[in-house]
Every structure is written in C-alpha cells, then in structure tokens.
C-alpha cells in the first residue's frame, strides 16, 4: 500500500460504553445522508458489527484537541484510513463546533 501523506497516527482507543454522538456532529451526518431520521447511521462499507464497534471507539484528536468518537472522526475531511489501530489524519486546522 502506498504511503498516504498524513500529519499524524492517532491512536483508535476502546471505551467501555457507547459514545454519544454530539448534537451538531449528528445534524450533519444526517444533512450528508449518512444518518437517517431515526438516527441510525448509515456509513458506506460499513457492516452493522464494524458500526457497533466503531461507537464504542474515540480519538484523541490533535487537532480540536478534544476526544471525539471515531464516527465523528470518520467522516473527518481530515480523515484518510485507519491502519492497526490508528488513524491517519491530515492534520489540517478544522472549524471549531
Ligand atoms: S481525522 Fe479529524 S477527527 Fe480524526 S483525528 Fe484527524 S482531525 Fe481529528
């Protein structure tokens, strides 16, 4: 596999429970069609088992400088792919929600 260009390797970690999704994070996923009305999320190639791990999962994330769920970095534009447990992010100054 190529070498993307990427800023950083963030670490994917688990936590016990479900992560909530925030409020904005959700109206957007819903405005780009990746969450219906109910609120399920509905993200391309990804399986209903790889979902419910994801929402378990959450970044540190370098950027906003906030743990964030790895949904919501996910649909990151700085979001490139995740290899071994780590996300390479580009890295570049996001807007702050
Ligand atoms: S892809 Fe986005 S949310 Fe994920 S670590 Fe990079 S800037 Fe943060």
Redesign the pocket.
């Known amino acids: 596999m190529d070498e993307l260009e990427h800023k950083?390797e963030?670490e994917v970690k688990a936590a016990e429970k479900l992560q909530k999704l925030p409020e904005e994070v959700k109206n957007e996923l819903k405005a780009s069609g990746m969450m219906d009305d109910k609120g399920k999320l509905k993200l391309k190639g990804v399986s209903p088992k790889m979902l419910k791990k994801m929402k378990q999962e959450y970044?540190d994330?370098?950027?906003?400088k906030e743990e964030?769920q790895f949904v919501?970095?996910?649909v990151?534009?700085?979001?490139?792919s995740r290899v071994m447990g780590k996300?390479l992010?580009?890295?570049?100054a996001?807007k702050k929600k």
């Open positions: 950083y963030v970044v994330c370098p950027v906003l964030i919501q970095c996910f990151c534009p700085n979001f490139q996300v992010c580009k890295g570049d996001l």
